[in-house]
């Protein structure tokens, strides 16, 4: 039945070809979208597997680049039970770049504790050093930086060279590459650094990394942080952390006299710098009692960001799934049409095969392998395009993307193109089993 069907579909090459090209195209597509969803949660799961710590951070955050937490409460969390290191970090946006605008990808200046970080256990930029060294105690207030190996490519930087960021020159004494487009975008200097910049709350932090010392689960460990932190007010906020995003933070040497500028006027106005304005308003409002206030901060690991992750994945693939229905629709209207109209130019060959012996059931057999013969077809054919694509463009751009079309991904494409090749000929072939001999033998 293979080699009738084969020979059926040969015969008429150029509208076969066209109709599998079709299918092809479809499924090629459908690979490459759901690559792109794959690809995400690839790089997720890399990523927090090499982060075996706890981040905490303010509440309602979303990651650490929009949370403000006091500095000073590193020492109370020092003292939690089954806490071994507690490393304070500063993120914020590094908008321009060797007086270049930074869109995409985006870098951000991480600062960190450098004591603090030398003493993990598992440090992922520690250890993933390739050129030159980290960041060392005597680097603090220090304008150096250790950067990863694709900002480095990207900017055509060395050791020892000298990289503007947000206007202010910093030498470069390190590179790395933990293999990750979520982590291979930061620009490691010291903390304390960016606070004499001006650039940062001097009080304040981004977030604390807490590397448990194993004596207690993370969950453990986190609600012990969770307990402490509980009715503990936000001390911090100043909206110059909030322009800093922005890059408008206060420039280094900048005076009081300077309050004057549009910075220094949206640093007053929203600071709450006016005290008579904010006495009154705080009289205004009336008191209000709650019986336990909210927890001013949240402990998250990476399961936490995975299962995240996964819900706006789970959004992704119901919106890629639809885009791909469309092709797959243009796909089976394709094979409809093929089927039908070789199913009515061989209309008296049925006919002939019915007087012969055949039943409808051969015939409903023979049209549906068919159909089906083109499905796998294109399922192959478009499964192997879309994983060649992956390749070439991941290859093109490893720091911008990350495509991957795993094996389920590609035998799922082959499975479902044969399963619409298939149904894309039922309706062809149901008429076509319906017909008597001596009608087909007429119509013909």
């Known amino acids: ?258 309050s004057k500028s549009v910075v220094g006027w949206l640093v007053n106005t929203f600071s709450g710098s006016n005290s008579e304005v904010d006495s009154a308003t705080a009289e205004s409002i009336p008191a209000r009692t709650t019986s336990k206030p909210p927890s001013p901060v949240e402990v998250r690991n990476a399961s936490d960001f995975s299962d995240r992750f996964k819900e706006l994945s789970e959004d992704l693939n119901l919106i890629l799934a639809l885009l791909t229905g469309i092709g797959m629709t243009i796909a089976v209207l394709s094979i409809v049409n093929t089927m039908l109209m070789s199913v009515t130019e061989r209309v008296i060959e049925f006919g002939i095969l019915k007087a012969n012996g055949w039943s409808p059931w051969h015939v409903l057999k023979l049209i549906t392998v068919e159909s089906a013969t083109l499905g796998l077809g294109g399922g192959v054919l478009g499964g192997l395009i879309g994983w060649t694509v992956t390749i070439v463009v991941n290859a093109r751009w490893p720091d911008r993307v990350n495509l991957f079309a795993s094996p389920g991904l590609l035998a799922f494409s082959v499975v479902f193109s044969t399963i619409i090749g298939l149904l894309g000929g039922l309706y062809p072939a149901v008429w076509a089993m319906r017909l008597s001999p001596m009608e087909a033998i007429r119509r013909g």
């Open 1 to 258: 039945m293979w080699k009738f069907a084969l020979r059926n579909l040969l015969s008429r090459p150029a509208r076969s070809a066209l109709s599998l090209l079709g299918l092809t195209v479809a499924i090629a597509g459908m690979v490459g979208l759901f690559s792109v969803a794959r690809g995400l949660e690839q790089t997720f799961d890399r990523s927090f597997k090499s982060i075996p710590g706890l981040i905490v951070m303010q509440a309602g955050a979303p990651i650490p680049l929009f949370s403000r937490l006091p500095k000073d409460w590193k020492a109370d969390l020092e003292r939690v039970p089954g806490v071994h290191v507690v490393a304070p970090e500063v993120w914020m946006r590094a908008n321009i770049i060797e007086d270049k605008p930074v869109m995409a990808p985006p870098r951000f200046l991480f600062g960190v504790d450098v004591p603090s970080r030398l003493k993990l256990r598992k440090g992922v930029y520690t250890e993933s050093i390739i050129e030159g060294r980290f960041l060392s105690r005597d680097d603090a207030g220090q304008q150096k930086v250790v950067i990863s190996r694709q900002i480095a490519e990207e900017h055509r930087k060395k050791i020892g060279d000298t990289m503007s960021v947000n206007g202010i020159d910093f030498e470069i004494v390190g590179l790395y590459h933990v293999g990750s487009l979520l982590l291979d975008i930061a620009i490691l200097v010291d903390g304390d650094t960016l606070r004499q910049l001006g650039w940062f709350d001097p009080q304040a932090v981004s977030g604390y990394y807490v590397e448990p010392d194993g004596s207690a689960s993370n969950e453990e460990v986190g609600r012990r942080v969770k307990e402490l932190l509980q009715d503990r007010p936000l001390t911090t906020g100043s909206p110059m952390s909030l322009l800093s995003l922005a890059g408008l933070g206060q420039p280094k040497g900048s005076s009081k006299s300077e």
